[in-house]
C-alpha cells in the first residue's frame, strides 16, 4: 500500500504520471524557443503569450513531479529520460505565428490525451490527489486550446 491505495495501480500511474512529465518538458522548451523567435505582425501579443504559457508548463512540471514523489516514485529528470519518453513534437525554428500556435495547439492535444489516461486510471485506483490535479489540468488546457484554434481561425 502506498497511501493507503494499491501499490501496483500507483506503480502504473507513477509511470504514466513520468511520461507526462518527458512531454510537459518538451512542450516547455517548445514555448521558451517560440517566446525567443517568433517574428512578424503577432510577435507583441504571440511573445506575451508564450512566456505566459511556459511559465504555467513550468509550474505544472512542479506540480507532476512533486505528485510522483508523493506517490513514492522518482520523477524523471535528464534530458535523455525526456527525449526517450515524450511523443510532443519538439519545435526547432519556427518563427512564423501560425506554424508557432498550432504547434502549441498539438502538443496541448497530446498533452490531454496522456492526462485523460492518467485521469480514468487514477479514478480507478481511488487516487483523488492525481485525479484532481488531472482534473484541473484538462479543464484549464480544453479551454487554451479553444482560443488558440479561435486565434487560428
Keep these: 500500500m502506498i497511501l493507503g491505495l494499491n501499490a501496483q495501480k500507483v506503480n502504473e500511474l507513477t509511470k504514466d504520471l ?40 513550468q509550474e505544472k512540471v512542479d506540480m507532476i513531479a512533486e505528485r510522483i514523489l508523493t506517490l513514492e516514485a522518482t520523477p524523471l529528470h535528464t534530458f535523455e529520460d525526456y527525449a526517450n519518453n515524450a511523443t510532443v513534437k519538439v519545435g526547432k525554428n519556427i518563427s512564423k505565428d501560425t506554424d508557432a500556435v ?24 481511488d487516487d483523488e490527489g492525481t485525479n484532481t490535479l488531472m482534473s484541473d489540468f484538462i479543464s484549464e488546457q480544453e479551454k487554451t486550446v479553444w482560443m488558440l484554434k479561435a486565434w487560428l481561425g
Design 18 to 57: 513520468n511520461e507526462l512529465l518527458a512531454n510537459f518538458q518538451v512542450y516547455y522548451q517548445n514555448l521558451r524557443g517560440l517566446h525567443w523567435n517568433i517574428r512578424g505582425k503577432s510577435f507583441f501579443e504571440l511573445h506575451v503569450k508564450f512566456e505566459e504559457l511556459y511559465v504555467d508548463a
Design 102 to 125: 498550432t504547434l502549441v495547439v498539438n502538443s496541448i492535444e497530446t498533452l490531454l490525451e496522456i492526462e485523460r489516461k492518467i485521469l480514468d486510471k487514477s479514478d480507478e485506483a
